[in-house]
Antibody, heavy 119, light 107 residues
């Protein structure tokens, strides 16, 4: 069974860079896109972007200027960096597998990690 | 970006009721529409993919239909564990986008 686990600092200062890693276990990470999705407390879901195992990326236009994603296939993990953060970036951050099957849904999710932007 | 609009934003229902949630896309997404359930403090869980296919392990009281721009999620015989927030999501194009969510509450 595929499992995803996010890790990273829970507190980031304004103007600094948010860095998170997602470790994938229990399955191959080949032939999939891997996405980051965030959710401010009590609000809806926002897709941040995704990365393929080759390193090819797609980012949300609203965040594109601040986002960098990378993948480390040898260690079954992928990462998110979001720079110049503000309080508006405070949210639960989820990593998810972007299935290549019918409908291309997010079929596996991490448990999520809360990142608070505050000085 | 493709905008996804769900209705209603919330609803109250009783155990045993049948509830229907609708999702409308701002342009045709053929059948690239997925439904998720989210409970408090948990990650979203995939229920329905490709508009009408039931994810493995999901009870058959959940069903989805639609194509193009209009989609529905139906929960037949609502159970206590079904009280949650439901989101639709399009995977026709990037950026992937979600509906704003529908909260199903106990009447």
């Amino acid at each position: 069974q595929v499992q995803l686990q996010e890790s990273g600092p829970g507190l980031v200062k304004p103007s600094e860079t948010l860095s998170l890693t997602c470790i994938v276990s229990g399955g191959s990470n080949s032939s999939y896109f891997w996405s980051w999705i965030r959710q401010p407390a009590g609000k809806g879901l926002e897709w941040i972007g995704r990365i393929y195992t080759t390193g090819s990326t797609n980012y949300s236009p609203s965040l594109k200027s601040r986002v960098t994603m990378s993948v480390d296939t040898s260690n079954n993990q992928f990462s998110l960096k979001l720079n110049s953060v503000t309080a508006a970036d405070t949210a639960f951050y989820y990593c998810a597998r972007d299935s290549s099957g019918p409908g291309r849904p997010f079929d596996h999710w991490g448990q999520g990690t809360l990142v608070t932007v505050s000085s | 970006d493709i905008q996804m609009t769900q209705s209603p934003s919330s609803l109250s229902a009783s155990v045993g009721d049948t509830v229907t949630i609708t999702c409308r896309a701002s342009q045709s997404i053929t059948n690239y529409l997925n439904w998720y359930q989210q409970k408090p403090g948990k990650a979203p869980k995939l229920l329905i993919y490709a508009a009408s296919s039931l994810q493995s392990g999901v009870p058959s009281r959940f069903s989805g239909s639609g194509s193009g721009t209009d989609f529905t999620l139906t929960i037949s015989s609502l159970q206590p564990e079904d009280f949650a927030i439901y989101y639709c999501q399009q995977s026709y194009s990037t950026p992937r986008t979600f509906g704003q969510g529908t909260k199903v509450e106990i009447k």
